[in-house]
C-alpha cells in the first residue's frame, strides 16, 4: 500500500519556474516506476515524465529539456524541476508510482501558466 501527496502547484508567469514534490508513505521501498502526469482543461491525462528505481528517465516530447525528474529512493520521493513555463503547460499534475502490481496515483496539484 502506498500513498502520495503532491505540492509545489500554483501560479506562475509564462518562462517563470516551478518545482513540484511528491512524497509517498507505506511501501516505499517496493515502489519500481515514479513518475508526474498531467491533465489539461478537457483534455485527457498523459504523461509527463516518469523515472524508475534504477535512475532511468523518460520525458514526454513536449517537455523534453524544460522539465527535469529526480527521485530519492531512501525517502520515498520524487521531484519535477520545470523551466520556461509555457500557457499550455497549465493542467493538473498527478504523481504517479508503480509498484510490482498495482499502480497508485496522487490527487493532484494544480499548475496554472498565466500572465
Known amino acids: 500500500q502506498v500513498q502520495l501527496v503532491e505540492s509545489g502547484g500554483g501560479l506562475v508567469q509564462p518562462g517563470g519556474s516551478l518545482r513540484l514534490s511528491c512524497a509517498a508513505s507505506?511501501?516505499?521501498?517496493?515502489?519500481?516506476?515514479m513518475g508526474w502526469y498531467r491533465q489539461p482543461p478537457g483534455k485527457q491525462r498523459e504523461l509527463v515524465a516518469t523515472?524508475?528505481?534504477?535512475?532511468?528517465?523518460n520525458y514526454a516530447d513536449s517537455v523534453k529539456g524544460r522539465f527535469t525528474i529526480s527521485r530519492d529512493n531512501a525517502k520515498g520521493t520524487v521531484s519535477l524541476q520545470i523551466n520556461s513555463l509555457k500557457p499550455e503547460d497549465t493542467a493538473v499534475y498527478y504523481c504517479?508510482?508503480?509498484?510490482?502490481?498495482?499502480?497508485?496515483w496522487g490527487q493532484g496539484t494544480q499548475v496554472t501558466v498565466s500572465s
Open positions: 523515472i524508475n528505481s534504477g535512475g532511468r528517465t
Open positions: 504517479y508510482c508503480k509498484l510490482y502490481g498495482p499502480d497508485y
Open positions: 507505506g511501501s516505499i521501498f517496493s515502489i519500481n516506476v
